[in-house]
């Protein structure tokens, strides 16, 4: 679906039609962009982080047709006609995800810095049904890295909204 494909030396360009947050965006990029720049640097969703740029920490997590992806390792025109949700869309109507409340409660986050990326992991965890014991919970988080050490509390807010939903 890329569509006007312009060749400059060995960089390919070409415009990527994706719905963000439920919003159809076109936007035109080379082969190199990455989903993780063309949300920060394209779009102005600034929420979802660079954190390691090598798909290790979990800072740029998105959810892609409802899955859980690093961006940063994700190339932009892979992804036409995608349905991608950032750390910006969870929220409706101006109410916070029980996730994100949950997380507000437990005080699972200190500096902020991974906790989009946190957030987005967390509900797809509970999406997935994997979240019946604790240890499941720090497994299948374990992508996602926290520097400030806040992980009791953000295992505190998963287990809240899995016990709440009944997935334990």
């Known amino acids: 679906m890329v569509r006007a494909a312009t060749k400059l030396g060995s960089v390919t360009e070409g415009t990527v039609i994706l719905t963000v947050n439920g919003v159809q965006r076109e936007v035109f990029v080379d082969n190199q962009t990455t989903l993780l720049d063309l949300l920060r640097d394209?779009?102005?969703?600034?929420?979802?982080?660079?954190?390691c740029d090598q798909g290790a920490c979990g800072a740029c997590?998105?959810?892609?047709?409802?899955?859980?992806?690093?961006?940063?390792?994700?190339?932009?025109?892979?992804?036409?006609?995608?349905?991608?949700?950032?750390?910006?869309?969870v929220a409706a109507e101006g109410e916070l995800h029980p996730v994100q409340e949950a997380f507000v409660r437990h005080d699972g986050l200190q500096c902020g810095?991974?906790?989009?990326?946190q957030i987005m992991s967390a509900i797809s965890l509970l999406e997935?049904?994997?979240?019946?014991?604790?240890?499941?919970?720090?497994?299948?988080?374990?992508?996602?890295?926290?520097?400030?050490?806040?992980y009791p509390n953000i295992v505190a807010a998963i287990r809240e909204c899995a016990d709440r939903d009944g997935d334990r």
Do not use: W
Not at 42 to 51: F, M
Not at 128 to 150: K, P, Q, V
């Open 128 to 150: 997935e049904g994997r979240a019946s014991t604790d240890e499941d919970i720090r497994e299948f988080m374990s992508g996602n890295l926290c520097r400030c050490g806040t």
């Open 61 to 89: 997590t998105v959810h892609v047709d409802g899955k859980r992806i690093v961006s940063c390792l994700a190339l932009a025109r892979q992804y036409d006609g995608r349905d991608v949700t950032t750390i910006e869309g």
């Open 42 to 51: 394209h779009l102005d969703l600034t929420g979802t982080k660079k954190g």
């Open 113 to 117: 810095f991974c906790t989009p990326g």
